[in-house]
């Protein structure tokens, strides 16, 4: 059964503060992405990773930063944290190896409240 | 960029009728999926049909690229169906882009 966890699964911040995001997977896959749910948007993509040291900023990365120094391991960091920013962010790992087998799998969720 | 439009936003269903999800894309060149959102806010993959038609249990997709539009039909509801239903594209980009999803109830 593939696998990816997130830490915390709750997050109370307060604006300025730094917030870290973690994520696991034991997929082994090499794509690994993040992404912000609000209601009437969906889920948006905020950064994805190809591999260990690769980040790409996805469609609302301002604000955010990522980093992936393992295959098992990206992580979401809020310099500076906002309000707006309060969300419930998912990760997934994803096998993409063209013309194959296609499938994400995501974490639980984390949900970030910023006062 | 690409858009995926899902329709209808919400549907109510009385248990055993059947469910028809459209999914509407801007791109020809997808990785077309399909996602259920549990009410607790778990996610799973239901689907990958880049094109044809695939079945498992009571869920059949079918996508036809050329028309950009895929469709997700669910049979004999039942309200552990209940969820938010999304299709997501990757335009080859690897940058997947999700619709704002059908939010399904089921009554019993």
């Known amino acids: 059964e593939a696998a990816v966890t997130q830490s915390p699964r709750n997050k109370v911040a307060v604006t300025g503060g730094k917030v870290t995001l973690s994520c696991n997977q034991t997929?082994?896959?090499?794509?690994m992405y993040w992404y912000r749910q609000d209601t009437g948007h969906g889920l948006r993509l905020i950064h994805y990773?190809?591999?260990?040291?690769?980040?790409e900023k996805g469609d609302i990365p301002d604000g955010y930063k990522a980093s992936r120094p393992s295959q098992e391991n990206f992580s979401l960091i809020l310099e500076l944290a906002t309000p707006s920013q309060t969300s419930v962010y998912f990760c997934?790992?994803?096998?993409?190896?063209?013309?194959?087998?296609?499938?994400?799998?995501f974490g639980p969720g984390t949900r970030l409240t910023v006062l | 960029g690409q858009q995926v439009q899902q329709s209808p936003a919400s549907l109510v269903l009385q248990e055993g009728e059947n469910a028809e999800l459209q999914c509407n894309f801007s791109?020809?060149?997808?990785?077309l999926q399909w996602f259920y959102q549990h009410p607790g806010g778990r996610l799973v993959s239901l689907f990958y049909n880049p094109s044809g038609t695939k079945h498992t249990g009571r869920l059949t997709s079918t996508t036809v690229t050329n028309e950009r539009r895929s469709s997700l039909h669910i049979s004999s509801s039942q309200t552990t169906d209940s969820g938010t239903y999304f299709c997501?594209?990757?335009?080859?980009?690897?940058?997947?882009?999700f619709g704002t999803g059908t939010r399904l109830q089921v009554l019993p």
């Open positions: 997934a790992s994803g096998d993409l190896t063209g013309g194959r087998s296609y499938e994400q799998y």
């Open positions: 997929n082994n896959h090499n794509n």
């Open positions: 990773s190809y591999g260990a040291g690769s980040t």
């Open positions: 791109s020809t060149a997808t990785r």
């Open positions: 997501a594209i990757d335009p080859n980009t690897n940058k997947v882009v």
